[in-house]
């Protein structure tokens, strides 16, 4: 086993068959790419972390902007 760290999704994804996502230090996935793709609806490992990554709040996201405008 070969253990390799990156946040080029594209080459992690041309040569691992395996990977572990991490965000804000936990898994949130642990598969085969081709495990990951049949499991969302996403063309690439990049669009799949998105997903699972990058989950936006969007009620405190509305706070903010309410806060910055005065509201």
Known sequence: MVLFSSHELET??????????????????DDSIERLR??????DLESIF???AVAQDSSAISRKIADLVGA
Not at 12 to 29: D, P, Q, T
Not at 38 to 43: N, Q, R, S, T, V
């Open 50 to 52: 998105r997903q699972l």
């Open 12 to 29: 992690v994804e041309r040569i691992c068959s395996r990977v572990v996502i991490l965000h804000r230090g936990k898994v949130v996935a």
């Open 38 to 43: 049949g499991l969302m609806p996403a063309p």
